[in-house]
């Protein structure tokens, strides 16, 4: 505890602008057969086999709210087939994202997390994440490794 303070003071010491910054470090990037039900915080680059909007609906009429609401926009979701060398998974995009879905485009995930819909796992990335259009991949996608196609049941286990 008395080195933490003493940095504390060091770093206070030294002006108004001199803050101590830690070091970014690199993002770790895996491949798509290395995902797992319930994890998060994953960096991936993929490219999009295909892409099929499955909802898209308009806003409610604001008028008939009591509240006023911020502006609505309409809710759109896609699912994606993404995937790389070593198998591929669908990923469900959502509002501004799908109009980055075109296929085969390569694109850059980061922060992804596995959402479980249906007993399957899906790809997604929320407001924390990111997805960003990458240089084309040299890369074929694996669909036989379909990682959605596997389906998966809780269970709970007992002491």
């Given amino acids: 505890m008395a080195t933490r303070s003493g940095n504390r003071q060091q770093a206070n010491s030294g002006g108004a602008n001199t803050a101590v910054k830690p070091a970014m470090r690199k993002p770790v990037f895996i491949k798509v057969d290395q995902l797992k039900p319930g994890t998060t915080g994953h960096n991936l680059t993929v490219k999009i086999v295909n892409a099929n909007t499955v909802l ?4 409610r009429n604001p008028s008939s709210l009591r509240v006023p609401a911020r502006p609505q926009q309409n809710t759109r979701i896609a699912e994606c087939l993404v995937g790389d060398e070593t198998g591929s ?11 980055l879905m075109k296929p085969d485009t390569t694109i850059i995930l980061r922060n992804a997390k596995i959402d479980m819909f249906k007993g399957s796992m899906r790809l997604a ?9 990458a ?14 196609l596997v389906e998966y049941e809780l269970v709970n286990a007992e002491e």
Avoid: C, H, Y
């Fill in 56 to 59: 898209s609906k308009k806003p």
């Fill in 89 to 99: 998974i669908l990923l469900t995009a959502r509002n501004d994202q799908v109009n």
């Fill in 125 to 133: 990335v929320d407001k924390w994440g990111r997805i960003e259009v």
């Fill in 135 to 148: 240089e084309p991949a040299t890369f074929e996608v694996n669909e036989e490794n379909n990682l959605s």
